[in-house]
């Protein structure tokens, strides 16, 4: 009874240690560190807010208040500025927060009522309501294709370009399991984007979907799941295009070990693997046990037995398994 | 003779395991208590003392570990039943009874298994007590009963055949990997003991360590390449189809587990009936 009681209070020491481990190095740090976490506002000053919350200003800068889910800005940051708010407002809020863009084109806020209600609200400077107009109106020249990962890799072309032959892209579902990538119109500084389309690469073709043309609404991704019916795309035509294309993905593969995400790759090595875990393994259990079982005596020979019997029933299920598919 | 086998091996176990989880129970119960204060607080209709709330956290600290004692307290028993049993002075007497070693080992098995299933419920148990406590004002409501019957009632109009017969695998899957971990942990304890004849119980979760670490790295290995041929063959076919092949993919996959709890019961076998020096 001691020495349970002592391993007992042992094992209960160790998991706790190492709880306390694994909880020390997963707590993120909220100490301000680094000026690269924060959000530049171009100001330091304390942002205020017009009595209806529609407008945002911080410093010299105005922000108004925008349909935020029609534009995509890939990654906010917390800002430093202080908030400072009016005595009415002091009233009814409770609780607020706050996230920007990098340079600060983009203030989304979140605001907690003493009433018992929340609300989100997008921000955009004004500084930036020209683009915005243009990105959303479709009347930049370029488009951007992105291949990002690691690192930014973006193709930029004329979006002309990007229309080469139309054709009907059957079988979407199956189709976008390939690479697709987002075709997007972004702004000068690239801190926000509207998305117009995917590129596809499949079959050593590369397919652009307009969104537009598909009636599909901008800035959407297009889940291929949710589509049986066949898509409108254009098959690209351009060579240089084409070429500019090639490159980025070699850039793309090459950041995440490519082969990896070459999905008829994938798809072969998956298959010879499952042949080789649920087919031979078995079919060699299976042989072996059955010899084993010939030579065994008694109380071996029920367990071998055994033995070789679930692995045929597994080799039958495994072959089933392969005809169906391949039917 | 089985049955008497398994009247010791629970009496030697569930003679510490019912307090341990009857400590448990009443520990969640402290819990329920503890989270009602920290719903107070959030929902702020309560002032609730800074000395109650602090108190109620450290509680709240003490009532987790004590329900992840009694879960790993549950394990340890049936371990060292297992070790006592088989390789200490006791095991002499084990192995001169009048019963098969089948037996013997079928017993083990059976009881862990058993024990196991009894403290996933008093576990579920917990987490009822602390929830009813601590949403009391909330879950005996006649909405809320009314929301649970309509749950309850789209679920089974969703069920088919299908669903009967994957949830069937799903417990079959279930017992069967439960099986194996008990048996994994045994071939690991009889390794040592045969290996070593000082310090057993370290070398044997030495092993064990070593050998789970394998075993996880293929697991991982076959959820990276094992799925992406089946997913995209899947996804081709029609709907019935599909529910169809899935459930004879979910039976391949019971047939292989237990193949493999097969043969870790027949090494763990040849190990006790034929390696095993009690000298």
């Keep these: 009874m001691k020495k349970i009681i002592a391993l007992f209070i042992t094992l209960i020491l160790l998991f706790s240690l190492t709880c306390l481990t694994v909880c020390a190095t997963e707590t993120p740090n909220y100490a301000i560190t680094s000026d690269e976490e924060y959000a530049d506002l171009g100001s330091l000053d304390d942002i205020t807010f017009a009595n209806d919350y529609k407008t945002l200003y911080c410093g010299e800068n105005i922000y108004y208040s925008f349909q935020g889910e029609t534009v995509t800005a890939n990654s906010y940051y917390e800002i430093k500025n202080g908030v400072f708010y009016s005595p009415e407002q002091k009233e009814d809020i409770w609780d607020s927060s706050f996230t920007a863009t990098k340079n600060g084109s983009i203030i989304e806020a979140h605001f907690e009522f003493k009433e018992g209600y929340s609300m989100d609200i997008s921000y955009l400077n004004d500084k930036y309501r020209e683009e915005y107009n243009k990105i959303l109106g479709d009347e930049f020249e370029n488009y951007a294709i992105d291949f990002s990962s690691s690192s930014e890799n973006f193709v930029e072309t004329d979006k002309e370009k990007l229309k080469g032959e139309k054709t009907t892209l059957k079988n979407i579902n199956e189709l976008l399991y390939n690479n697709d990538y987002a075709v997007i119109n972004k702004v000068t500084d690239g801190s926000f984007y509207v998305a117009k389309g995917q590129l596809l690469d499949y079959d050593g073709e590369y397919y652009y979907i307009d969104y537009s043309l598909n009636g599909i609404p901008q800035n959407d991704y297009f889940y291929a799941a949710d589509h049986n019916k066949p898509i409108l795309a254009y098959r690209i035509t351009d060579l240089e295009l084409l070429q500019q294309i090639s490159d980025a993905e070699e850039i793309y593969f090459g950041e995440d070990f490519g082969f990896f995400f070459d999905e008829e790759f994938t798809k072969k090595v998956s298959a010879v693997f499952l042949i080789i875990v649920f087919g031979m393994l078995p079919l060699g259990v299976f042989i072996l046990f059955l010899i084993l079982s010939l030579r065994a005596k008694r109380a071996y020979k029920k367990l071998f037995t055994t033995i070789y019997i679930i692995a045929a029933a597994e080799l039958s299920v495994f072959t089933t398994i392969a005809l169906m598919l391949i039917k | ?279």
Excluded: H
């Design chain 2, 1 to 279: 003779m089985l049955r008497e086998l398994l009247k010791y091996d629970f009496r030697a176990v569930l003679k510490y395991w019912w307090l341990a989880a009857v400590s448990s129970v009443l520990l969640s119960v402290v819990g329920g208590f503890c989270i009602s204060v920290f719903r107070q607080t959030s929902i702020g209709e309560v002032n609730v003392p800074e000395v109650i709330i602090v108190c109620a956290v450290l509680l709240f600290v003490l009532v987790v570990i004590g329900i992840c004692a009694f879960i790993l307290l549950s394990e340890i028993l049936i371990f060292v039943r297992f070790y006592k049993n088989f390789f200490s002075d006791e095991g002499y007497l084990t192995f001169t009874l009048p019963v098969k070693q089948s037996q013997l080992l079928n017993s083990k098995l059976i009881m862990s298994s058993v024990t196991n299933i009894l403290t996933l419920s008093v576990f579920v148990l917990d987490i009822i007590i602390m929830l009813a406590i601590s949403f009391f004002d909330e879950i005996f409501t006649k909405s809320f009963f009314k929301q649970v019957m309509t749950v309850i009632r789209e679920l089974i109009e969703q069920v088919d055949i299908y669903v009967i017969i994957y949830i069937l695998e799903a417990l079959a899957l279930l017992l069967i990997a439960v099986i194996f971990s008990y048996l994994f942990m045994y071939a690991c304890i009889t390794f040592a003991s045969m290996i070593t004849k000082k310090a057993k119980l370290i070398t044997a979760i030495g092993i064990y360590y070593g050998a789970s670490s394998v075993l996880s790295f293929g697991i991982m290995i076959f959820n990276i390449f094992g799925t992406s041929s089946i997913e995209s063959s899947i996804a081709l076919l029609p709907e019935n189809g599909q529910k169809m092949i899935v459930a004879v993919i979910l039976l391949g996959i019971v047939f292989f587990a237990a193949m493999l709890a097969a043969l870790i019961y027949a090494l763990e076998y040849w190990m006790l009936d034929r390696k095993l020096n009690l000298a």
